[in-house]
């Protein structure tokens, strides 16, 4: 089983629909949670990040915990064709250094 | 505002070729990390380093070394390139309780290697 698991897609949904991105992970012990936007050919970037259960909202993105469950998820309302990218779901385990285990990523395309 | 940056954007070197990837970042940032990307596979990470001189091995450190001599550079080394080495290669740095979230790590814009 891997570590962070999410389906790589291609998720597809229409313009100005809520775009649900979910992301598994086995570590109970597990901190942090992050989520990670990248366009074709660029790097990463923190779009974010979740410590507690529950949800946490950020203009059009929510990020939603649950650790009894081992879930994270990532919702985007109002999406944009320029959202289209892909979605990797990150996961601060509790043991070791300060790395960051990613899942393969969510492909996600907005169509206009 | 972070800026972490690599030496090359594209490279192509030839198989059993020593190859240096560098990376550098302005925010003095303690810990430094080197991944590799590819299709199906995601990030994985190679090489982290906590210190100057220090580094431990990641996920799939095998055919790679590292260095960091100072505090702003972190240098990945394939010792003799192979084709299955191929792939895009990041950089990523970060210094815990700074940034937007601790452990939020700042990637470099990568390094496409194609070894023929």
């Known amino acids: 089983q891997k570590e962070v698991e999410q389906n790589s897609g291609p998720l597809s949904v229409p313009e100005g629909a809520i775009a649900s991105l979910n992301c598994t992970y086995s570590?109970?012990?597990?901190?942090?949670f992050f989520w990670y936007r990248q366009y074709s050919g660029k790097s990463p970037e923190l779009i974010m990040f979740?410590?507690?259960?529950g949800d946490k909202e950020d203009g059009r993105f929510t990020a939603q915990l649950n650790k009894a469950s081992q879930y994270v998820s990532l919702l985007i309302r109002d999406s944009q064709p320029s959202d289209s990218a892909t979605y990797l779901c990150?996961?601060?385990?509790?043991?070791?250094?300060?790395?960051?285990?990613f899942g393969t990523g969510t492909r996600l395309l907005v169509s206009p | 505002d972070v800026k972490v940056t690599q030496s090359s954007r594209y490279l192509v070197k030839r198989t059993g070729e020593k190859v240096f990837l560098e990376c550098v970042q302005d925010m003095d940032h303690e810990n430094m990390f080197w991944y590799r990307q590819d299709p199906g596979l995601g990030l994985r990470l190679i090489y982290f380093?906590?210190?100057?001189?220090?580094?431990e091995k990641g996920d799939i450190p095998e055919g790679y070394s590292v260095s960091r001599e100072k505090k702003e550079r972190f240098s990945l080394i394939l010792e003799s390139a192979s084709t299955n080495q191929t792939s895009m290669y990041l950089c990523a740095s970060n210094a815990p309780g700074t940034g937007r979230s601790s452990y939020e790590q700042y990637f470099g814009p990568g390094t496409r290697l194609t070894v023929t």
């Open positions: 570590d109970r012990g597990s901190q942090s």
């Open positions: 979740i410590y507690s259960n």
């Open positions: 990150a996961v601060k385990a509790d043991t070791g250094f300060q790395k960051l285990v």
């Open positions: 380093s906590y210190d100057v001189k220090m580094k």
